[in-house]
């Protein structure tokens, strides 16, 4: 053999090394292919990056670079000195991505990456891993001989590996949206199926004091706070107060805190969670409360959550810490903004229905009022007597619209002084007391008002005011009759009321009313009192009626039955007087005359027992007529006396 057939047998010998190492090349290129259209995490993504590039370029150097947050971090390498080495990063690194996007030579890397990053890992060739815009990585190879550079085939391979890889890259990225995205839906559709349910649960419960504790318990569990507090504006005290809290590591803890708005309080409808480690947001609260953030330190809040609906702030919760020590991601604050606009809309229509009850016990209790009222007059329409009028009228103050202290007087003119009647509560009560100068207002029919116990002794006589240790007030309602001019015929006297204060309104409303429908009756009753006073029972008629019964009744039962006559000569304006044992011996007694006097007894008695009974002047004439003896009907008796 020739020495020109021994080249050409070298020739096709490297010429078929030089194909079976193409062919290998790609056959390790198609495995790729294969490989990297599996689903892998991004560590493994790298992983095997890195033994296929090693395996297909044959590199004597290579190091990985993964991004990790702000900085790239080297997580494997071969031939290089160094094993560990972090890079800041730089925008401009996303550079490569965006603008160039494909593999680096020496060039390239001098132009993108930093010096020093070169100075220790000298490489002749970079593989940018690119997810979309940003540089996620890269890869530094290099061969160390330098007559094997890197030649078109082997950049052929490299842009391969590098497009398998960053699609690789791409679709776990894309895999990781979309599960994110998938459990982003999961916690919405949780968090709408909570809301939905929370806020039925809150819509549907009408009593405030139940709802700040169930306030408290959904904010707690959706949000899973350490500590939960539950802020209320109060329009008594005009401040916001801590109404219900919840602690979870100490379930007693209970707090007593109250914050008041500034005047000048400006209400940001956007503000509806403040972060109080954002120094904005702290200025924020203070501006609304005074040393609002101080106040609510003793709470340890994270966030505050503003229950409010324009610039209207109704009340206010407070997130603790989470009790897994995790930070509140973005679902969570969605939840509580929808939670906020619901406890808004319950607290709202919780007022509202507390008005409403509140109105319908006043409503109720105006009408009970009314009832009472109603049954007064009814009563006292039925009053027979001045005594039994003043009676109903105390009684009725008292046990219908809660009198403790009061009386009932008559006013005498002539006395220019009041003569009580009847009197609750008062020891001690006098008899009558005088119409001061400060009480002259009730001549011309107006009420006398005093609203404190202090000011008793100051403006009413001393008599009455002694007896007045418990009284909360004075009240003084004139009975006025309208004549030529206003007649003051008696007043009530009101001094304590159980459950309200003496001046309020519907208490003297109430007190007139009553003083204006006993007028009439109290007048009619003096005028009737005055002419019965002026016309003399016919005594004789109703003696001869009395004896005319007590005859059919003797007659009936077969009783003795005698009428005893005492007669006193001498003419007298006063009338016999009988002792009290004959008083109390005697029941049928009737006085005719001053000078007459007839006792009807079923008994037998002589003149000598009636004179030891009767004990009266030694003057007086004693005469017995019986019944069936002396007489035995009335017109007999009548005769008796016509001899």
Partial sequence: MNYEDVLSRIDEQKKSNN????????TGLLQAIE???????????????????????????????????????????????????????????????????????????????PSDLLKVFPSNLCIPLIIEDQLYGFILVNRMNKKALFNEDDYIIAEALMQLSNTSLSNYKSYQDLHNAKAELDEKIFNLFAINHSSKVLLSELNLSNLYTLSIDVFSEL??????????????????????MKDAFHPSKMLNISLYLTPNAEIKPSKTILDMQNPEDIDYFNSLYHNGYETVQALDPLYIVMVTKNTELLAFVTLGKNLADRPYHKGIFELI???????????????????????????????????????????????????????????????????????????????????VLNSINIDNCPSEFSLSEDLSCLLEGENFILNSKDEIPLYLPAELSNTLSDASGSLFVPI??????????????????????????????????????????????????????LLCPNYENIFIKSLEKYIEEAEELFMNLE??????????????????????????????????????????????????????????????????KDFTSVNEFMKCFAK
Avoid at 354 to 373: C, H, T, V, W
Avoid at 494 to 519: G, Q, R
């Fill in 19 to 26: 194909i079976t190492s193409q062919l290998y090349r790609y």
């Fill in 563 to 628: 009428v005893i006559h005492i007669h006193y000569p001498k003419f007298s304006f006063t009338p016999i007087r009988l002792s009290d044992k004959a008083l109390e011996k005697f029941s049928k007694v009737y006085t005719l005359t001053n000078s007459d006097l007839f006792i009807i007894d079923f008994d037998s008695y002589t003149e000598e027992d009636l004179k030891n009974i009767i004990s009266t002047e030694s003057e007086a004439e004693i005469t017995i007529y019986k019944y069936k």
């Fill in 337 to 419: 903004e929808s939670l906020s606009s619901s406890s808004y809309i319950a607290l709202s229509n919780a007022k509202y229905f507390k008005q409403a009850n509140e109105q319908k016990q006043l409503l109720q209790k105006k009408f009970d009022r009314l009832m009472s009222l109603n049954s007064l007059m009814k009563n006292i329409n039925s009053a027979k007597t001045i005594e039994e009028l003043s009676q109903l009228t105390l009684n009725t103050l008292e046990i219908s619209f809660g009198m403790k202290t009061g009386l009932f007087a008559l006013y005498n003119p002539k006395k220019n002084a009041f003569e």
């Fill in 480 to 533: 006025v009759i309208e004549n030529v001019e206003n007649e003051l015929l008696g007043v009530i006297g009101v001094f304590d009321f159980a459950e309200s204060i003496i001046a309020e309104s519907e208490n003297v409303l109430t007190v007139n009313s009553i003083a204006n429908h006993i007028a009439p009756v109290l007048y009619h009753l003096h005028q009737l009192k005055e002419q019965v006073e």
């Fill in 35 to 113: 490989f990297f259209s599996q689903r892998f995490s991004a560590s493994q993504i790298l992983e095997y990056t890195y033994d296929f590039v090693t395996e297909l370029l044959i590199v004597d150097q290579i190091a990985v670079f993964s991004k990790q947050e702000d900085r790239y971090v080297l997580i494997k390498s071969k031939g290089y000195k160094f094993s560990t080495y972090i890079l800041p990063f730089d925008e401009s690194f996303d550079m490569i991505a965006k603008f160039h996007g494909h593999i680096m030579n020496t060039e390239d890397m001098e132009r993108f990456l």
């Fill in 223 to 244: 949000t899973q706070s350490s500590v939960t507090a539950f802020f209320l504006y109060d329009e008594i005290s005009e401040s916001f107060k801590l109404r219900a």
